[in-house]
């Protein structure tokens, strides 16, 4: 495939005389998609050891060596740096924006000469080896400079300009067309990011981030979860907010794995299904563009990237071409799918720390529409692209599906939240405490775990084959789950 490099063909990083390479995973928030990478990299061969936060269902993973992060930033800094100096990982891969940040912040500290030179030195190569030159930071980091840069590069981006204050956004606006986008630096899955069609919706949305970005909000983030690393942000300048010309069209996504600006395997697909309107997507359809495969490869080389890449993009409706609007430099949700070779980023990752060619068997996908579990039974139970579409399920890994039977929030409440709830409804609050308890000990009823439904018995109702076509012509045995997708009784064995 155009822009993708054999895993044997680049530097590669130390096993340390490991027969398994060790990643460590660093996680701030609780999304599934971080679960199933981990559980994943795992089943390639890989030692994975996860740090996140203490309600993460990795926790109940077996395959999956987990620690708390910490509650606190500066806890959180210190679990990292012991873990490194314990475990000696190959790699870091951080799984979201507020894990790359603690990254960048520890290879800073590495620079400035916190420790001991030699811990300093193995600190920020290990950094380096995991998310590339760190001249690629501040692009990552900021969507703005990112847009500017990749224009620079000749690459096809709608036009996007800082705005710096209201009566600017007001000026900017009177020859604008609308619908237009606002943007915020710093931000992820669709938080800070506005499609706006009129003034005055634009102007909300500058107020709204303006906000979100001040000394003040840092402030009350602190007080809120009773964390003083949210200060720094007193010291540091406001998040930049963009205005950007709307594309009209289809979201799609191109995923890679990179070392040291050479792309191991990638895989594009079309956004057909969001969680909202610039939320991540929950189905998509696997797309052959020489364009997206371009820009990717172009960018990764240009900033000798590392590590798990997304890169966002629109396809214009009336041309088909894809203009590049964003890029992310952690996991996104399509990184564990592998329909090819060419696009199997773990087995290519796995064959590249262990020095082998030997790649994952790619699961057999009946067709190029994907449903991602759990996002798309969340979004909607009765979607018909569960039944319609491959419906992306691990069903080697039953404690994953138990664990995301339902949604999960990504970030535990707030004391606030909790006295907000107490007070409001206290009868409510105290059963749920009740229920959570009862679940963690194993006294909760039987749950089904493709519907949001308790039932003391499972269902024997045969199952769809094609919703999972690798085990269709496995002989029946005694049901492990079964459910509803897209209104289709199913039995998984």
Request: overall charge positive; glycine content about 6%; some cysteine.
């Amino acid at each position: 495939m155009s822009g993708v490099v054999s895993h044997m063909d680049v530097e590669r990083v130390p096993s340390s005389g490991m027969a398994r390479p060790r990643i460590v995973v660093v996680a701030t928030v609780h999304w599934p998609v971080t679960t199933r990478l981990c559980l994943e990299m795992a089943e390639s061969g890989i030692e994975v050891r996860a740090l996140v936060p203490d309600d993460h269902a990795l926790f109940k993973m077996c395959a999956v060596t987990v620690d708390r992060l910490g509650r606190t930033r500066s806890e959180a800094l210190r679990t990292i740096n012991h873990t490194v100096a314990r475990h000696s990982p190959d790699l870091l891969i951080p799984a979201d924006e507020s894990a790359i940040d603690l990254l960048r912040t520890l290879y800073g500290r590495a620079l400035r000469g916190r420790g001991t030179r030699a811990d300093r030195m193995r600190m920020a190569a290990l950094i380096e080896a995991s998310m590339g030159a760190p001249s690629s930071f501040v692009f990552a980091r900021d969507k703005s400079r990112f847009m500017a840069l990749a224009h620079e590069e000749g690459l096809a981006v709608p036009r996007t300009e800082i705005v710096r204050d209201l009566a600017q956004l007001r000026a900017r606006l009177a020859t604008a067309r609308f619908p237009l986008v606002i943007k915020r630096d710093g931000t992820s899955g669709g938080e800070g990011v506005r499609v706006v069609a009129d003034a005055i919706a634009a102007a909300q949305a500058f107020l709204e981030f303006r906000s979100s970005g001040s000394g003040l909000y840092a402030v009350r983030q602190a007080i809120r979860k009773v964390d003083p690393g949210y200060l720094r942000r007193l010291f540091a300048p406001a998040p930049a907010i963009t205005m950007q010309d709307h594309v009209a069209g289809r979201p799609a996504n191109r995923a890679v794995v990179c070392h040291r600006g050479q792309v191991l395997a990638g895989l594009s697909v079309e956004v057909l299904q969001t969680s909202e309107s610039t939320g991540p997507a929950t189905v998509v359809r696997v797309i052959d563009r020489p364009e997206m495969t371009h820009a990717a490869q172009h960018i990764v080389r240009r900033l000798g990237l590392s590590g798990f890449v997304g890169f966002d993009f629109m396809l214009e409706t009336a041309t088909g071409r894809p203009y590049l609007i964003e890029m992310n430099q952690r996991p996104t949700q399509i990184c564990h799918l592998a329909p090819n070779a060419a696009s199997d980023m773990i087995g290519a990752l796995t064959g590249w720390l262990l020095t082998s060619a030997a790649r994952r068997a790619a699961p057999y996908l009946e067709r190029d529409t994907i449903a991602l579990f759990p996002q798309e039974s969340w979004r909607d139970p009765a979607s018909a692209f569960l039944s319609s579409a491959y419906h992306d399920v691990p069903w080697q890994a039953p404690e994953f599906i138990d664990a995301y039977r339902a949604p999960v929030a990504p970030e535990p409440l707030t004391w606030v939240q909790v006295a907000r709830q107490l007070v409001r409804h206290p009868r409510r609050f105290l059963a749920r405490r009740v229920e959570a308890a009862a679940q963690s000990i194993g006294m909760a009823p039987a749950i089904n775990p493709l519907s949001n439904s308790r039932d003391d018995s499972l269902s024997d109702s045969s199952r769809d084959p094609a919703l999972d076509p690798s085990r269709a012509a496995a002989a029946p045995a005694s049901p492990d789950y079964s459910g509803t997708i897209g209104g289709k009784d199913i039995l998984h064995v």
